[in-house]
């Protein structure tokens, strides 16, 4: 009796401090991603010069826009499996910048990347079932459109509309060739064989074309949000690896309501 006391008394404080960790996890969860969380703002800083768009980020500009680190879910999509979840794969990071002139947004991003991959050989595909993939989803609060964009390493690249998040679609529509992009890999696409080390990607998305689908002028009182995604696939690795700027509270990009306040500075 006395040992079955003693163990009791052994086990309260380690409960009590696994109920605190999980309350104060809780706690940050709701902070962060809450019905009363702020957006997280994302900044843009206009250009002085011109931007080349070679997937190289040399432009002055680059340099003077903040840097946004992507990040994985705050939490998993459905449910893990326990043996599945004992064998994580290692993070792959990425930071993007964001840069805008009176015609075009630009984006940059860096994605570290042991394995580049993308099998996509057509525009207007669903490449992120084929391969590696930098995602642009943009939208005003003003609308229920927006746009979801795809810069592939390999060039291929995607612009689709949404309606709305909810609404009924009887196709993709059609590629809109005003929306630019170009990449590099710094190693080799599409061999496993050997080890990569990243890829860089540019876009530039046309005012024209947000203020085209939306009626909503591209300036701050626009009321623009921002998310950026990445697939990224390695091979030996468990499953695909989601992360975006700014994080999201689960694995799914059409979480419109936790997309990034666009700030145009």
């Known amino acids: 009796m006395k040992a079955l006391s ?33 957006r997280e703002k994302i900044i843009a800083v206009k250009a002085s010069g011109k931007i ?24 998993n999509y459905g449910v893990v499996m326990p043996k599945v979840a004992k064998n994580q794969d290692a993070f792959e990071p990425g930071m993007a910048k964001l840069v805008y002139d009176d015609k075009y947004l ?25 391969g590696d993939l930098f995602e642009i989803f943009l939208k005003s609060e003003k609308s229920p459109k927006y746009w979801e964009l795809y810069a592939a390493p390999n060039g291929k690249k995607t612009t689709f509309i949404f309606e709305s998040r909810g609404y009924a679609r009887a196709d993709w529509g059609t590629l809109d060739p005003s929306f630019l992009t170009a990449a590099t890999v710094q190693g080799t696409i599409n061999n496993y064989n050997d080890k990569d080390k990243s890829w860089t990607v540019e876009v530039a998305i046309p005012l024209k074309m947000l203020q085209g689908l939306t009626g909503v002028k591209f300036d701050n009182a626009g009321k623009w949000t921002i998310l950026l995604g990445r697939y990224n696939y390695n091979f030996g690795q468990n499953r695909s690896q989601l992360s975006s700027v700014p994080q ?18």
Do not use: M
């Open 248 to 265: 999201l509270p689960q694995g799914n990009y059409h979480l419109i309501e936790y997309y990034g306040e666009l700030v145009l500075k």
């Open 52 to 75: 080349t768009l070679d997937g190289n980020l040399n432009e002055g500009a680059w340099a003077k826009a903040p840097a946004y680190a992507f990040q994985p879910p705050a939490r």
């Open 106 to 130: 630009y984006i940059g991003a860096v994605l570290q990347d042991s394995d580049v991959v993308q099998y996509g050989k057509e525009d207007q595909a669903h490449l992120y079932l084929q």
């Open 6 to 38: 003693l163990l009791f008394r052994g086990l309260v404080p380690a409960l009590a401090v696994v109920l605190l960790a999980s309350c104060a996890h809780d706690d940050d969860f709701e902070k962060r991603f809450g019905a009363d969380a702020p």
